[in-house]
């Protein structure tokens, strides 16, 4: 099949029907902005439930009349179990200081009052690799009915909260990707359909001059390839300025900004851009398989 | 005359029927050998298109065998009728051009298919277009051609891939008599070439004194005179 005249035909064919071919881009455009959009939430929710994840830490308040020797012991203790990344021992006087700093410069609020008043306690991050929330949970309990133990605080709220929405919006996800791809499919088909009607005459005229079914459909195919990797290049475009000012919007506050939200991963994006080339081009393939009569 | 005996055309008990009660053939029988100019006569309705559609397998016998260049056209699979279509140079009665094309893309439609090369695909081309008189709108739009003009038109895109069979269904139907007389001699030069033809018209005055064989259809059957 001689490549350099397909690749030209498919080129004129583009500039000879611009309304048909932009139409149809821009249907393929639209639709993978609506997956990138899910995507881009999607991804970001789980970076979000990952950071706070890392970050959850449980506390274990120590009953004040603890010796200060058994500290260590209870230390090693701690250290010894599963799924503990880092301990850190908090103690009485540190935790005024930090309660100083958190008034700073109403300090005067704590005067009087004993500097050993709080507990101390044991700050445990859990391991991230084995982190998920019924982990959290179990050790929590475990620790709680130690007899040094006063108290055990940790997000369970949160991470019960956090993980049950991450959840749901994960399947809507893949829910509404399942949904895009069935009307993607059915667009695209029909708007591929929609072309092949249009130029019935001309594939009609080109098989009675002796044109292989492969020089038809090779054109086709090419343009359609264009279609789905221009329209997906487009919504990557438009989906990453609407993503920048969204965040230019809401990414003021310090929050958002230690959240470290980003748009899609530039593999991700490759994948996108074939899968929309390649989808478009089967779609392609059977409309004219159909309408070939192959 | 005749360049060989060898027989490039031939229909044997050929019947077409579209429906029960539209007949088109009923028994035709014809061997036309390699190289002749015959011409194919008969009233509106007799069957001359049908006739030369079955013999580039756009249609299909109802009964009864047609054999091309030795090769019987039933048994020709769907990937080996391009290979048909490209020894076959037909000049439709309706002419098929891409009215939103212009005559050079047209005209171009037929060498592109068997992949010629850009730079002789123009000079054939514009050899083609010129020998037709229509140089002077090789970029034209077909649309905008006059009706006579565009049946030029379909005539080079038949003949620019120099196909060794041409049929020509009234290829002369809206033309005036000089140009009606240019096609007929650009015919009998291709012929003179090699060409096998079949030339289907209803201008009597196309045939009358020439020596050429000619097929006349009707009421379902081939006489010739
Ligand atoms: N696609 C078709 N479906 C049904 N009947 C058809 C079809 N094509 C032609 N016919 C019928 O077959 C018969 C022969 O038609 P055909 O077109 O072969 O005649 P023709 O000799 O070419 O006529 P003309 O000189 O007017 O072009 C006619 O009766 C016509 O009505
Ligand atoms: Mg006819």
Redesign the interface.
């Known amino acids: 099949m ?1 490549l350099g ?1 397909i690749f030209k ?1 498919a080129l004129r064919d583009i500039r ?1 029907n611009l309304v048909t071919h932009v139409m149809t881009t821009i249907v393929v455009a639209l639709t993978c902005l609506v997956f990138i959009f899910f995507s881009v939430f999607s991804i970001n929710l789980q970076r979000v439930a990952d950071r706070f994840g890392k970050e959850l830490a449980i506390v274990v308040y120590v009953k004040k009349d603890l010796a200060q020797e058994k500290i260590p012991t209870l230390y090693q203790k701690i250290v010894s179990m599963d799924g503990i990344e880092n301990v850190k021992f908090v103690s009485s006087e540190e935790a005024f200081k930090r309660l100083e700093g958190y008034f700073k410069d109403e300090k005067e609020i704590l005067e009087g009052v004993d500097p050993l008043f709080l507990p101390p306690s044991f700050e445990i991050q859990i391991n991230k690799a084995v982190y998920n929330p019924g982990r959290v949970r179990s050790i929590a309990s475990a620790l709680s009915k130690w007899p040094e133990v006063q108290k055990v605080q940790y997000g369970k709220e949160w991470v019960d909260r956090l993980e049950s929405f991450s959840e749901a919006v994960r399947a809507a996800v893949i829910a509404s990707a399942v949904l895009l791809l069935v009307m993607a499919a059915f667009v695209v088909s029909n708007t591929i359909k929609l072309t092949v009607y249009a130029r019935q ?2 594939i ?10 492969g ?1 038809i459909q090779g054109p086709f195919l090419l343009a359609s390839f264009f279609q789905g990797v221009s329209g997906s290049l487009a919504a990557l475009v438009v989906g990453l300025f609407c993503y920048e000012y969204v965040l230019n919007i809401i990414g003021q506050t310090g929050l958002i900004r230690s959240l470290h939200l980003q748009f899609l991963p530039p593999f991700y994006m490759v994948i996108i851009v074939l899968v929309s080339g390649i989808f478009c081009m089967a779609g392609t393939a059977m409309a004219l398989r159909r309408f070939l009569k ?1 | 005359m005749l360049s060989g005996d060898q027989v490039v055309i031939e229909l044997r008990g050929v019947r077409k029927r579209y429906t029960r009660d539209i007949v088109a053939l009923e028994e035709a029988n014809l061997s036309i050998p390699k190289g002749e100019f015959v011409f194919l006569t008969g009233p509106s309705g007799a069957g001359k298109s049908t006739l030369l559609r079955m013999l ?1 397998k ?1 249609e299909e016998p109802t009964k009864g065998s047609i054999i091309i260049d030795g090769v019987d056209l039933s048994s020709l699979s ?2 080996q ?6 020894k076959v140079g ?1 000049i ?1 009665q309706d002419f ?3 009215y ?2 212009t005559v050079f893309e047209n005209v171009a ?2 060498l ?4 010629l090369k850009k730079s002789q695909l123009a000079t054939r081309v514009r050899q083609v277009v010129e020998g037709v008189g229509l140089a002077d709108k090789l970029h034209r739009k077909v649309v905008q051609l006059s009706g006579g003009e565009q049946q030029r038109v379909a005539i080079a ?1 038949a003949v620019v891939n120099r196909p060794p069979i041409i049929l020509a269904d009234e290829p002369t139907g809206n033309l005036d008599r000089k140009r009606t007389t240019e096609v007929v001699a650009l015919m009998e030069e291709l012929n003179a070439r090699g060409a096998t033809i079949i030339f289907a018209t209803h201008d009597d005055a196309l045939f009358e004194n020439t020596h050429r064989r000619v097929l006349q259809l009707r009421d379902g059957k081939i006489e010739e005179f």
């Open positions: 001689p005249i035909r000879q005459d001309e009609e005229i080109m098989r009675l001059v002796g044109a292989t079914n020089f192959l | 580039y756009a769907k990937s009728i391009p290979q048909l279509r490209r037909v439709f098929k051009l891409l939103n094309k439609l037929s592109e298919v068997i992949g895109r």
